[in-house]
């Protein structure tokens, strides 16, 4: 069963989603470790954050939650935008959204939440959210 840092991918959707200059993903992490020790919420190891972040960014592109911003758009070939299933993963897991706890937890039940298929599955279902 695989488990995800679910705070840090939300973290790294909100940038893609707000962002239009390169992505820094390793950036995002340093920012949200600072954010969670100011908040007593972070004693971890922050290179192996940074690793996480950067992983993750390479899995949501891989599998098709982000996609290199268009040129036209002013994609550079290091900033993106997110996809259909992008945006529903980050409505999902939004922390700024009363109860996403739940579909954050019935997300960790799976196998791996991030299959594309999987999460299809999960996020169709209703009483998810």
Known sequence: MSTYNWDLIERLLHEVQNGEGSFAPRKYAEQEAAEKATAGEFNGDLDALKKTAADYE?????????????????????????????ARL????????????HPRQVLDEQADALDP???????SKAQIA
Request: overall charge negative.
């Open 58 to 86: 390479a899995l949501l592109f891989k599998r098709g939650f982000i996609e290199s911003r268009p040129e036209d758009e002013g994609g550079n070939g290091e900033n993106f935008i997110l996809t259909p299933l992008g």
């Open 90 to 101: 980050l409505a999902l897991i939004d922390s700024s959204i009363p109860g996403n706890n």
């Open 117 to 123: 298929a999987t999460f299809e599955v999960v996020a």
